[in-house]
C-alpha cells in the first residue's frame, strides 16, 4: 500500500517534530523493505537532543550516521526511502519487537552487543541487581588478576 510523498513526510516530519529531547525513540515500522532513518532525520533529532534511536527496520546514511556519533540500532542497510511508501500510525503507543513489549518510559540500554529493554516499573530492581553483580565481577577479575585460578574463582563465586 502506498502513500502520498506529502503524507508520508508529514507523518515522518510530525514525528521528528514531537519526539522528546532527553529519550531514546524507538520504532516498530512493521516494514522490511525500506529505511526507516536517514541523515537528515538523524542530524535533526540530535540536533533536538533526543539521545539515540532503535528500529526494527532499515537504515541508509548509515556512515553519515555514524560519523555524527549519533546512537542507532537496526536490523538491515538499504538506499530505499520511505517517500510515498510508508507513514508514522502512531507514538506513544506500546510496541513489540520481537517478543519484547516497550512502552513509554521504559529504560533502553544499547551497545555492540544488542538492545536491552527495561520496563518502568522494574528499573530499580535491576540497578541494585546490577550493581551487586558488577561488584561481584570486579572482586571476581581482580582475584584472577592476582594469581587466583579461574576455575577455582568461579567455584568461590559461582559467577563468570
Given amino acids: ?36 532513518m536517514g541523515e537528515l532525520s538523524a542530524e535533526t533529532l540530535k540536533y533536538r537532543g533526543v539521545l539515540g534511536y532503535v528500529v526494527d527496520g532499515g537504515t541508509r546514511d548509515a556512515a553519515f550516521i555514524k560519523k555524527l556519533g549519533w546512537p542507532m540500532y537496526f536490523r538491515y542497510y538499504t538506499p530505499r526511502d520511505v517517500v510515498g511508501i510508508w507513514g508514522v500510525e502512531s507514538t506513544g503507543e506500546p510496541i513489540t519487537i520481537g517478543k519484547v ?41 581482580n582475584m584472577i588478576l592476582d594469581g587466583m585460578d579461574p576455575q577455582e574463582a568461579y567455584k568461590k563465586y559461582r559467577l563468570f
Fill in 101 to 141: 513489549e516497550i512502552s513509554t518510559g521504559d529504560w533502553i540500554l544499547a551497545d555492540i552487543d544488542g538492545v536491552v529493554v527495561i520496563p518502568q516499573p522494574l528499573i530499580g530492581e535491576v540497578l541494585d541487581k546490577t550493581e551487586e553483580i558488577m561488584s561481584t565481577e570486579n572482586e571476581l577479575r
Fill in 1 to 36: 500500500e502506498t502513500i502520498s510523498n506529502d503524507d508520508s513526510l508529514m507523518s515522518w516530519t510530525g514525528l521528528l517534530s514531537k519526539a522528546p529531547s532527553g529519550t531514546v525513540l524507538v520504532c516498530q515500522p512493521n516494514d522490511s523493505t525500506i529505511a526507516h
